[in-house]
């Protein structure tokens, strides 16, 4: 029991934020990713048994809270809120400069605005550093998919960025 | 490797570890597209780096640690049940006779079916809790993978190990009745259930198998797999 609530609170400790962030991105709303880390956590708890592969931690909390979002979905389809609306994103880039403040936050609205599958993957990738094989095994895609959808995405927000970058520089 | 496709693959990833691409890298305009796409990806990396919320962590182990208000409540009150419950079965139990070792072992499996047909695979520590609770060691190497256990009440309402592991030709049921003694080896068995009841330790042991299951095999590697040095028995 006491191993058990260490290895625990040991992947809380490694994973809690990168988690969030997985969770804040997949679903675009503060409130309900700190719900989904929480929810993803307790079913973690309960099913600690089933993890073997010490190395598949991360793969394996991340499919937990693939389903938790899932089902959320199931139960109600909330209205996103832009998650520029948020005090939090003026804080965590307090001390840059304007053109960088407005050049990632252009990122991160390309990135809420890409679709899911194209989403996905690309914060697997940049956030977790999965290998876009690792990525294909756990979206149960194939390699060349994950990395047609990779491109596209980035594709997608590289063009957001030149074309809103120019007209907020003439604003500022 | 043309540069069309370099250049593609280099948005993909620009640290692809594949060899024709790192050789690519040769070329100083290839190595200068490498760089604006690395630096794309680190752009990227650092405005979805957001902070988690404060406290988020210490949050998630206490809603793991510790029962929430409502839930020791409930807690109680489903102890209280459970005396209530207790309470009544016990009288019911004074007026009724006791059931045969037999009967009260093919009521058990019949009551736990469910359980024979678990893929589950047990972790060596919680196997290691029940049966440490009863004062005993498992090698459960010696018997195979163990598909359930649980310290299961009995129709007299009384503790035993409740073990099912993978046998040959099927499932394999294991029940240790500690408070039950039985003088010698019998057979029972019902429908396509066949099983022997044995004394062992302190009181009686169980297998049932399907038919065809070669049982005196899986009694010796039962016996061996159970180790009752232990000191005390806490059942």
């Known amino acids: 029991m006491i191993a058990r609530q260490k290895r625990f609170e040991l992947l809380v400790q490694c994973y809690s934020t990168e988690m969030f962030r997985y969770a804040l991105w997949l679903c675009g709303n503060r409130e309900i990713a700190e719900d989904l880390v929480q929810e993803a956590f307790t079913r973690a708890w309960k099913n600690l048994h089933q993890l073997k592969d010490g190395n598949k931690e991360k793969a394996w909390l991340m499919t937990i809270l693939r389903n938790e979002n899932a089902r959320r979905f199931q139960r109600v389809q909330p209205d996103l809120v832009d998650i520029e609306d948020h005090a939090w994103s003026m804080s965590a880039d307090a001390g840059l400069e304007p053109e960088e403040q407005v050049e990632r936050r252009i990122l991160r609205k390309a990135m809420l605005d890409l679709e899911e599958e194209y989403r996905e993957p690309l914060i697997m990738q940049v956030i977790h550093g999965f290998s876009c094989r690792e990525i294909a095994e756990t979206l149960e895609l194939s390699e060349n998919a994950v990395m047609t959808r990779i491109f596209r995405a980035k594709q997608k927000v590289k063009e957001a960025l030149t074309e809103q970058t120019a007209s907020a520089m003439a604003r500022l | ?235």
């Open chain 2, 1 to 235: 490797m043309n540069e069309l496709e370099f250049r593609k693959r280099c948005i993909i990833n620009p640290d692809d570890p594949d060899p024709d691409f790192r050789a690519a890298l040769a070329n100083d305009d290839y190595r200068r597209v490498q760089a604006e796409c690395a630096d794309f990806d680190e752009k990227l990396l650092e405005a979805l780096s957001v902070p988690a919320p404060e406290g988020l962590q210490d949050r998630i182990l206490a809603a793991n640690r510790r029962p929430s208000f409502l839930a020791r409540w409930k807690k109680k009150l489903a102890a209280l049940t459970s005396l209530i419950v207790t309470l009544v079965l016990g009288l019911t139990l004074l007026l009724r006779p006791q059931l045969a070792l037999s009967d009260m072992v093919i009521e058990h499996l019949y009551h736990d079916m469910a359980v024979m047909y678990s893929r589950d695979v047990i972790p060596e520590e919680h196997v290691d809790e029940i049966v440490q609770h009863f004062g005993a060691d498992l090698e459960s190497s010696l018997v195979g993978i163990i598909r359930f256990i649980e310290d299961c009440r009995f129709a007299d309402h009384r503790k035993g190990i409740h073990l099912v592991y993978d046998g040959q030709s099927g499932p394999v049921t294991v029940f240790y009745i500690p408070h039950r003694q039985i003088d010698r080896m019998q057979a029972i068995g019902k429908d396509e259930f066949q099983g022997i009841i044995f004394p062992h330790h302190e009181g009686s042991m169980a297998i049932v198998g399907l038919i065809g299951e070669d049982l005196k095999s899986q009694k010796s590697k039962v016996e061996a797999a159970f180790d009752w040095t232990r000191a005390s028995v806490q059942s």
